[in-house]
């Protein structure tokens, strides 16, 4: 069984930063692609930003140039660096990995989420 465990949100004033931890464990053999999502309410969940195994990085447009997202390989853990945070930016924040576990069985897995707030 494999987990996703998130950290790192709150409340911040508009151009603030936060900084968001997940960390993966259990029996994971690889890991090949970890992300984070975001849901605000009434809204669908969205594609904020992904790190693949090798370091490539992809990101949503509306936060290219705010947000930085990094890997360590070595811990399972990805992180979400939020620079100048803008009130659009609330939302339940939400990990997600491609997991492949020792009995080399591939699953997409999700964290619990954290909400991150941004007031004006």
């Known amino acids: 069984q494999v987990q996703l465990v998130e950290s790192g949100g709150g409340l911040v004033q508009a151009g603030g930063s936060l900084r968001l931890s997940c960390a993966a464990s259990g029996s994971i053999f690889s890991i090949s692609a970890m992300g984070w999502y975001r849901q605000a309410p009434g809204k669908q969940r969205e594609l904020v930003g992904i790190?693949?195994?090798?370091?490539?990085?992809n990101y949503a447009d509306s936060v290219k140039g705010r947000f930085t997202i990094s890997r360590d390989n070595a811990k399972n853990t990805v992180y979400l660096q939020m620079n100048s945070l803008k009130p659009e930016d609330t939302a339940v924040y939400y990990c997600?990995?491609?997991?492949?576990?020792?009995?080399?069985?591939?699953?997409?897995?999700w964290g619990q989420g954290t909400q991150v707030t941004v007031s004006s």
């Open positions: 790190i693949i195994s090798g370091g490539s990085t």
């Open positions: 997600n990995a491609v997991v492949t576990t020792r009995l080399l069985r591939e699953y997409t897995i």
